[in-house]
């Protein structure tokens, strides 16, 4: 995927030189401006400060239901609490966009291009809020593309990642101990699939699991699908509180394929059939985090905070 | 459908592409589907083929050693997966460096990528675009196909086996009394559905059902699209008693559970029975003879009374890895599985690889529903100190193991009974073991014993099953 990424930003890099936006239209005036015109507008902003936006950035899943109740839940609590804002979508997977635009002919914008159309429309306030559950490699790479395009900014400022402060954690235990209550009970284990990452973010995790601990919450469990702790670690923890059910969610913003595959999936090596052949009753749920109220408001307070780091 | 072979096949010498001076002469003669008059002196022995189709249906007719490379989505059969790959958007040179006496291609890559073909051909390659727009052309194709790669032979009787297949299974569907309603879903986005005379209308006529989208026009002309929309299939969705989706690299329907929370749909029949069904695109809507497999699982997912039969299973004998295989896939009406990523054989997994089994071919009667029932991690495999798996179909099957396969496979709680098992310290899960004795599933013989290392007969497969909702 790193690949072709590069390929795009390249050729995104070498279209903005040659003053095309990734939709096809011309920002003002760069292609026939004389060069020392071009030269006193690059060494300031473009933007109009009180053009002002918000870029929430998603993976982005092409699960197209999920989508709607859970990237674009979040993408419209956000719209509805900062009015005076444009709001606008970037994804980070480069193999969704492309499937999504082959499948459905939806174009949604990468990040590259995303800030492409916001540079060439004039925006000068901008306010990034990604919907990563942490500031893993996607946070990072999504910081880089970002890097480049700073300065045509006015004001920018960046919104945090999910889980990130401790108030994040006790805030995240809270609501999901909430949404999960109706399963709750003494011989149930309720277990979490993270992605998991190679990035030291993956300490996220391990960090969750204790603030669950801390809270009392002692048959709560979080396992990941790529790092650890891993499906064994998860099993053999459940397996130690005498458990007969085991309920099973993602802890992911959306519920796609890894949620209905690896989690949920009626295939060999799933939780679910793992679960199942260690002698369990399983529940998955398939309601990803986006679908959370509560986690739609805590994106908005990151937003929130971000608007309140702009420049005043 | 027509079983001619409208193409030519002359004996002689040199193939130019001059028609005077190859006329009589050359071994294989005709025109491809890009107009282009084709004549080779002898089959290809190494043959680059840049379409899926192409690839699969040279393996069926015992051409897969004359298969020196393929394009990326080439991975059926799984043995085409390790093969070169080539990219028709790349450059041609890596074409023309492995020095290919034929290759393959479709219209559609002509089309999207003309300088590469041209490229080819000006390398002096025999290029041949080959694509049955209909299925009364399947045969003309396969024809072709065969005659490039020298196995006419093998082509007719695989021709003779496609027609009768297609045959068998209209004739068991035609003693439904209630003959099945349709919708066939190829695109989620506008609910779009397929054209008249397409490969999946076909299909559904073959496996005995109605399109309800019966005369339904092609978005484009030759295309198997058709527009339909979400207001149509609410307004017919009493009557829709089947509903299929297609998905994979080039359609996208829905899957049961998108299908199932759009606005509405709840009251679609097939909807609101569970009868939405998911189904690969390379076994409807491929020119390959998989499509009867395809037209298969459509007869499944209408009649599966009549097609998911296990009368003839019926037996107190003990029952291989085989038949057990056979018998979850039937009893528990599992549509087949295919997979659909063209980088699946990339991708690392400790789970069973599909189509890398050393005792169960792609060819073998029963790989369908083998590697289903292994994919839904219902039967047991192994990988053998050679690090290749093995399935071992003619081994048995235990109590424990029938017992681990109708817990897996159901939805059972644990019961406040517990009842007494006197050997359930030689289970390998007790509490699996416990709750289906519990849950009735299983009886005690007359000492209170499960017996897990007991071997089961085909009858008692076929009733444990029956538990499993």
Known sequence: MKNPQKILAFILLASLCLGLSACGKKPPEQNSAPPEEKESEAQKPAGDPDKKAILVVSFGTSYNETRAVTIEAIEGAVTKAFPDYEVRRAFTSQIIIDKLEERDGLEIDNVKEAMERLIADGVGTLVVQPTHVMNGFEYDEMKEAIAPYEDSFKNISYGLPLLISDEDYAEVVSILADETAEYNTDDTAIVFMGHGTEHEANSTYAKLQQKFDDAGYTNYFIGTVEAEPTLEDVVAAVEKTGAKKVVLLPLMIVAGDHANNDMAGDEEGSWKTEFKAAGYEVEPVLKGLGQYEGIQKMFVEHVQAAVDALKA | MCLAALFSVFAGCTAKNDETETEGKAAISFVDDDGYQINLGAPAKKIISMYSAHTENLYALGAGEQVIGGHTTCIFPAEAAPKATYDYQGDPEYVIAAEPDLVLIRPRISRAAPEFVESLRNAGITVVSLYPNTLDAFPDYINKLAALAGKEEKAEELL???????????????KAEDKQTVFFESTEVNIRTVAEGSMPDMAIKFAGGKNIAQGALPMTEGSSIAEFGAERVLENGEGIDVYVSQRGAMNAGGNLQSISERPGFDTVSAVKNGRVYVINEKLISSPTFRYVKGVNELARFMYPEIMDDV????????????????????????????????????????????????????????????????????????????GKEYFDPDSGVTREGLAKTVFIAGDFSAKEANTAISDLGKCGNKRIVQILVDNGVFELDENGSFLPDKQVTHNEIIQALRFVK
């Not at chain 2, 003779?160 to 035609?174: C, H, M, P, Q, Y």
């Open chain 2, 311 to 386: 009368s003839a299973y019926i037996s107190d004998e003990p029952a291989t890895k085989r038949d057990f295989a056979n018998l979850i896939t039937r009893c528990l009406h599992i549509p087949v599985y295919v997979p659909s990523s063209s980088k699946y054989y990339l991708e690392n997994r400790d789970t069973h690889t599909y189509g890398m089994f050393e005792d169960i071919h792609w060819y073998d009667h029963d790989f369908d529903y083998i590697e289903t029932a292994v994919y839904s991690g219902y039967v047991s495999w192994r990988k053998g100190e050679d």
């Open chain 2, 160 to 174: 003779k086996v496609f027609d009768a297949g297609l045959n068998e299974i209209s004739d068991l569907t035609s």
